[in-house]
């Protein structure tokens, strides 16, 4: 693809331009007020759509707001690859941290972006990350360089649980027919070192009660003689890990799946340092499960964490009460294979299992979801290897992400394809905050990353 | 003492009526809207001594309000007792769940009381309790049978600490000198079960701090790669108990004395359905210290509660923080001898010393107290026993308190002598509530033992 170089230069500032246009509209799905913006940035994505080479693009009107489909389709015989993305934003509160207005894009320089970033409420997350897909699109077709079907699939309601996207996905099983499903909506490690994100985890939340006396008591005339419903949380609680901060729930582990070496050494590839991470968050040692490192804790383990808790007399001073109730939310990180309802199912007998006499124990749960992983030896993840490879000169790092993306399960469900989450973005990038950016080089390499992907994609597909 | 019960008989109107007009003084401490009512009120005391057949009474101005003092000497070589009690009452809130007004005093017939209670703040706690004392000597000097010297030492700040008490007995060691010093301001078992506090538990009161990240983390980014303080203070605080119930921190039993067999078996003689405590609290089970009987384990033995923890988020619904701080407020009742600044620098200590890494720790202690204890074979105790015979026609069973009277351990310190904790109240007297009460049975009943006591007190002293 000698061409794509020459594609850069030439349109450079039309790129930037074109998604300073989106970046414009305030398209907020969690506030009202902007309603009509939302509606505004779905009809500027099917427009683009159709620019870079889309036959066909619809509007696809749901309960709140539309969902874009764009097809290219070349030939049935070729694979097809699904684009997802979302065009909604995150509120740009609190405004007043903004160094410049959050809808008026302006490009900075900054330490870490000598040649500029892009700042605005979604100039990462995602408008600048889907729209890299928009213009690659575009640089292919202009060529005619595509190599495969493409579809696009770019929501407008990620930022509030993408409520109706699960329908539409259901609904539309054969439309969305695809061999692989691309996302950047992620990031990487660092803008030197590609990283692409292999796994999420799920997560079940719970919240307990545990009830003694049938009212608060007087300490000096109950203390030592009734069950404190505060001291039974707590052990219950204790109870939760061994001594080397394992889960003691039967069952927990069961389908998690151990990594393999090959696997945990590709992770521990990536540049960490534990002293720097300690440092920045004024802790004098890390915590956690034995066997595994501080990265392989917070990714590729499950955990279970305490979120809140509550019980008693919690003013100033002292008071000498024993509280009827004592409460606690309590969340546990998935691992893929780890059913979020399943694991909701065990920490619910579990927990009522322990209590002692002269308790009784609730356990209410709360959202939950699914975990997701792509192991690293499918076509897909291949072929986003090679091509950052080629883009930045060594292969990306397969990293497990610790949050939740939920969709992400519910594509490999509904639609039965794998999705690579190839991300240009960078912690740093302060998405979801006041002076969101991204950097020129990250969207810049993302439009030419995502060509290699397709050529790599369909090379290795056909061999198979 | 023949004369006894026709003098109780003769002036049994009188008797209620003079009680009816104290309590009609709202002599609240708390609140200083009331001020010249607990002024009026320690008047009212004054008199009522003078009138009662004490040679000399002064009402000795404090920082707050006076501490009355009365004495009736008649003879250097006969033994003293010292008299303390209190005319300040809690306040009457809440004001709308009493039956009648708090300060306009009636009589009224219940299941329990048959003969007729007083129903008024302050009619057991303290006026009506004290009261039966002045009356008793009244009794004692008008027909000339008062056998010893008598001192009496009436506050008006028990309800508020009593913070001026400490310094009063501290200058006026001489003034106080006694013998024995008794007080009624506590309960016996049942109406037709006398018995007599031998025991008040001490108290230590901490509240402790555990830190982890210097701020509140997202539990999917680290999630079991940092110490979470919720969880590591629940571990910690189950830690303080081990599986039979005891106490885990080093040094806590070392002055615990255990009671003699003998003290144990009088304790269980006392009535108490364990079916009926635990359907009054509705749980299906008693917990606590193994080895010892629910009455032992809220009274002489010392525990440790928990009586109130925060921590994370404790709103509606979920979110997913792992919070940077972790709270609680804990409380241990001790048992005589455990010295309260030891203890709390006890647990200090071992709270510190079981911090895992990760997290840091910091210990606050609040207020304390001594515990104090009677034993049963003292002059004073044997002298009300023989005195309750005479009256209830049985034996008191010594008890033991599980709350904190921090004065009763100040008096042994200052003036090196027992008190006898000679309570006439009852559980259901619903002191520091709407509609306190006192039985006219009990209130009789008081100022008929009394005297007795008195005169069993010189009998016994005399024969040492």
């Known amino acids: 693809m000698d061409s794509l170089r020459s594609f850069l230069d030439t349109n450079k500032d039309r790129l930037v331009n074109e998604l300073f246009e989106l970046l414009k509209i305030p398209s907020?799905?969690?506030?009202?007020?902007?309603?009509?913006?939302v509606f505004k940035a779905a009809n500027f994505v099917a427009s683009s759509l159709k620019t870079a080479g889309c036959d066909s693009v619809e509007i696809c009107q749901t309960k709140g707001f539309p969902i874009i489909y764009g097809e290219k389709l070349i030939d049935p015989i070729l694979p097809t690859i699904l684009v997802y993305g979302h065009y909604d934003v995150q509120p740009a509160d609190p405004i007043d941290l903004w160094d410049a207005p959050a809808f008026e894009p302006i490009i900075k320089k900054t330490d870490l972006h000598p040649e500029g970033a892009i700042f605005a409420r979604g100039a990462c997350d995602d408008k600048g990350q889907m729209y890299m897909h928009v213009k690659a699109l575009e640089f292919m077709t202009s060529t005619g360089q595509l190599p495969?079907?493409?579809k696009f699939m770019i929501e407008g309601e990620e930022e509030v649980g993408s409520d109706n996207l699960t329908d539409f996905v259901k609904n539309n099983t054969t439309k969305l027919k695809n061999d692989v499903i691309l996302i950047s909506d992620t990031g990487m490690i660092a803008k030197d070192t590609p990283s692409i994100t292999t796994g999420l985890r799920g997560l079940s939340y719970v919240e307990v009660e545990v009830t003694g006396p049938n009212r608060d008591l007087h300490s000096g005339i109950y203390g030592g003689a009734v069950a404190n419903p505060i001291n039974v949380l707590a052990k219950m609680i204790a109870s939760l890990h061994d001594k080397n901060n394992h889960i003691t729930i039967p069952g927990f582990y069961d389908k998690v799946e151990d990594l393999s070496n090959q696997e945990r050494a590709e992770m521990a590839k990536a540049p960490f340092s534990i002293e720097a991470y300690k440092d920045a968050l004024k802790i004098n040692a890390v915590y956690g499960e034995k066997g595994y490192t501080t990265n392989e804790r917070n990714s590729i383990r499950p955990t279970l964490d305490v979120n809140g808790i509550w019980g008693g007399y919690t003013g100033e001073g002292a008071k000498t009460v024993i509280a009827s109730k004592a409460h606690a939310k309590i969340s546990m990180r998935l691992v893929p294979n780890q059913d979020c309802h399943d694991i909701t199912s065990l920490f619910k007998s579990h927990f009522e299992s322990?209590?002692?006499?002269?308790?009784?124990?609730?356990?209410t749960p709360h959202h939950g979801g699914q975990g997701y992983v792509t192991p690293i030896n499918n076509v897909g993840y291949k072929a986003a290897s090679m091509a950052y490879k080629d883009t930045f000169g060594k292969s990306p790092i397969p990293q497990r992400g610790g949050g939740s993306i939920p969709i992400v399960a519910l594509f490999e469900k509904e639609l039965k394809s794998k999705t690579i989450l190839m991300g240009f973005g960078l912690d740093s990038d302060a998405i979801h905050s006041p002076n969101e950016h991204f950097g020129l080089f990250n969207y810049f390499k993302g439009i030419e990353t995502i060509p290699l992907f397709y050529k790599y994609f369909v090379e290795l597909q056909s061999k198979m």
């Open 28 to 37: 907020v799905s969690a506030d009202s007020a902007y309603s009509s913006d």
């Open 148 to 150: 495969c079907n493409v």
């Open 354 to 363: 322990i209590a002692p006499e002269g308790v009784t124990v609730k356990v």
